[in-house]
């Protein structure tokens, strides 16, 4: 069964890249990774999804290496409002894109 | 806005109790998946209904069950309330296709 792990925690300033990597080892071979933002008491938000190297959208940029065991997703120039919980999912059985688990994510915390 | 409202926002129940929690998915989505997120953890899989039929289910006992109706409408019920089902509990819908889902801001349900 695929896994994720990434960090639990990161702290940052505003104005500057932060980059999040995770790492899911076991990913089969059909299966895009996804990227959600929380804040409190609110749902998660999607951010942005890939299968293999880059994708960039308005928020955020993914990067996933040839061997797609890792990601990373880089958020450029941070604010105070980017503080928030970042989940990295794959889907825990490889095309079942029912059952998504989420981990406790990394919160990220950018000071001024 | 996800296009995805829950209601209520709140609920106070007491042990033993039954509850039922709504959710309006966005118009087009053949899938719903519910959440209960603890504090400071990250969401956990209940289940999803994809055309009407539950379709995953995460390691929650038979207590929890859910509804999801042709209107794009959905319900999460839960039997026999326990101290350890105060959390917040979302709604999420999407397609059956992808792992983009769209979340609802949750319903905040403590038990007394």
């Known amino acids: ?112 | 806005e996800t296009g995805v409202t829950q209601s209520p926002t709140h609920l106070i129940k007491t042990r033993g109790q039954q509850v039922t929690l709504r959710c309006s998915s966005q118009s087009g989505h053949n899938t719903v998946s519910w959440y209960q997120q603890a504090l400071g953890q990250g969401p956990q899989f209940i289940f999803q209904y994809y055309r009407e039929e539950e379709n995953g289910r995460g390691n929650f006992p038979p207590r929890f069950s859910g509804l999801q109706f042709p209107n794009y409408s959905s319900e999460l019920n839960v039997n026999a309330l326990e101290l350890d089902d105060s959390a917040l509990y979302l709604c999420a819908s999407g397609d059956i296709t992808n792992e983009k889902l769209f979340f609802g801001s949750g319903t905040q349900l403590s038990v007394l």
């Not at chain 1, 942005?48 to 960039?56: H, R």
């Not at chain 1, 941070?78 to 503080?83: A, G, R, Y």
């Not at chain 1, 825990?92 to 406790?104: A, R």
């Not at chain 1, 994510?105 to 000071?111: A, I, N, R, S, Y």
């Open chain 1, 1 to 112: 069964l695929a896994k994720t792990t990434q960090p639990i925690s990161m702290d940052s300033y505003e104005g500057q890249e932060v980059n999040i990597t995770c790492s899911h080892n076991n990913i089969a071979t059909n299966d895009y990774i996804t990227w959600y933002q929380q804040f409190p008491s609110q749902g998660p938000r999607f951010i942005i999804q890939g299968y293999k190297t880059k994708v960039t959208n308005e928020v955020a940029s993914l990067f996933i290496p040839a061997d797609r065991k890792s990601s990373t997703l880089s958020l450029p120039r941070v604010s105070l409002s980017d503080t928030a919980v970042y989940y990295c999912l794959v889907p825990v059985i490889s095309g079942n894109t029912g059952k998504l688990i989420f981990g406790q994510g990394t919160t990220l915390q950018v000071k001024p």
